[in-house]
T-cell receptor, first 111, second 114 residues
Framework: LAKTTQPISMDSYEGQEVNITCSHN???????ITWYQQFPSQGPRFIIQ???TKVTNEVASLFIPADRKSSTLSLPRVSLSDTAVYYC????????????FGKGTRLHILP | GAVVSQHPSWVICKSGTSVKIECRSL??????MFWYRQFPKQSLMLMAT?????????EQGVEKDKFLINHASLTLSTLTVTSAHPEDSSFYIC??????????FGSGTRLTVV
């Protein structure tokens, strides 16, 4: 399982684009990158998953450079409700890898 | 989409009693379920992995006799905290993995032992 490193916390303002970067220098060939969001007293919620280049869905974009040693979760035009902890996870979804969480990034959106 | 129901959402129990937490995959079959514990301001800590019909695999430092896990069917796993003590008070979260390997988390159970 590749270890991930994220900023402990970030602050931003409503309406801004927020980019959270995750380092995973030891990512393996078959590993995918998955981001989860967690609100207080709730279980994590899947946001986005990708393998390389760029993935976009209705809530976020995920940018992965060619070397795949890092990834950036981009949240467009954040609102106060985006205040949460964001976790970056790396693992081989083709196997029954355990899902091990790192410390995550505590994002605080200010009005 | 995949839905995982976790029940109860919160429970208060007396020290020395046992508490059972249920985790159900509502619209898919879960080949594997994971149980996590989360303390305030901390990340999720994996406690154990369970596969339907087999014994759970516990992470290092997690007492299997204290945290009993049963995965009797492809849609239900239970975690029983036996002889609970105040230090077991925490937020417990389950996750169910479908055959397509996508994992969905339950909403969590807040356990308070008094």
């Amino acid at each position: 399982l590749a270890k991930t490193t994220q900023p402990i916390s970030m602050d931003s303002y409503e309406g801004q684009e927020v980019n959270i970067t995750c380092s995973h220098n030891n990512i393996a060939t078959n590993d995918y990158i998955t981001w989860y969001q967690q609100f207080p007293s709730q279980g994590p919620r899947f946001i986005i998953q990708g393998y390389k280049t760029k993935v976009t869905n209705e809530v976020a974009s995920l940018f992965i450079p060619a070397d795949r040693k890092s990834s950036t979760l981009s949240l467009p035009r954040v609102s106060l409700s985006d205040t949460a902890v964001y976790y970056c996870l790396v693992g081989d979804i083709g196997r029954d890898d355990k899902i091990i969480f790192g410390k995550g990034t505590r994002l605080h959106i200010l009005p | 989409g995949a839905v995982v129901s976790q029940h109860p959402s919160w429970v208060i129990c007396k020290s020395g009693t046992s508490v059972k937490i249920e985790c159900r995959s509502l619209d898919f079959q879960a080949t594997t379920m994971f149980w996590y514990r989360q303390f305030p301001k901390q990340s999720l800590m994996l406690m154990a992995t369970s596969n339907e019909g087999s014994k759970a695999t516990y992470e290092q430092g997690v007492e299997k006799d204290k945290f009993l896990i049963n995965h009797a069917s492809l849609t239900l796993s239970t975690l029983t905290v036996t002889s609970a003590h105040p230090e077991d008070s925490s937020f417990y979260i389950c996750s169910a993995r479908a055959r397509d390997r996508r994992s969905t988390f339950g909403s969590g159970t807040r356990l308070t032992v008094v």
